[in-house]
């Protein structure tokens, strides 16, 4: 689990200055090498990374069966590829508020469930195997649901466009094959 969120963690900093305003800033960013509807595809040299991004189309937030109000930072569902670390496709997602200990995320595509474990404010596959099968999902999906809990106890449920998305990841994908 350390090395899969090391290598998240290298993605962070390029995610979040680069994509984390995706929906906003798509054009100001350095790195953005393509948009295809709902998801975006970055690249960055040093080291060599890709990946594609999306923020979610829909999101709510429930406590105690209410839907309230909350502050979240960015929301984003990515799949990285980073060749010089053997990355060939890790779905990561953040929620935008550290996840309540211990717990996991939900991501529901098409009736299709698979869990993400959760460290901090990022949730990840246990294994490449899973990312893999998520990956598939995507690509022949509409949308992707991802539910999880907060520190605080707020049920987030976002709601992802799946778009673009295997036009997206073959780009990054492509780009990181280089």
């Not at 999101?59 to 105690?64: A, E, I, R, S």
């Amino acid at each position: 689990m350390v090395s899969r969120i090391s290598g998240v963690a290298a993605g962070v900093a390029l995610v979040l200055a680069g994509a984390g305003a995706a929906a906003q800033e798509q054009e100001e960013s350095t790195n953005q090498v393509a948009a295809d509807t709902a998801w975006s595809v970055f690249e960055d040299q040093d080291p060599h990374e890709c990946w594609a991004v999306s923020a979610p189309t829909k999101t709510v937030n429930t406590k105690d069966g209410r839907v309230v109000a909350v502050r979240r930072g960015d929301i984003l569902l990515m799949t990285f590829y980073r060749p010089e670390a053997g990355v060939e496709g890790q779905v990561t997602f953040t929620g935008g508020y550290p996840f309540a200990e211990g717990s996991t995320v939900n991501i529901d595509i098409g009736g299709d469930e698979f869990e993400l474990f959760t460290e901090g404010e990022w949730a990840w596959p246990a294994s490449k195997a899973e990312d893999a099968k998520i990956i598939e999902r995507m690509k022949a999906g509409a949308d992707a649901v991802l539910t999880g809990i907060s520190s605080r106890g707020t049920t987030t449920k976002d709601t992802f466009s799946l778009m673009g998305y295997t036009a997206a990841v073959e780009e990054a994908q492509e780009r990181c094959a280089k």
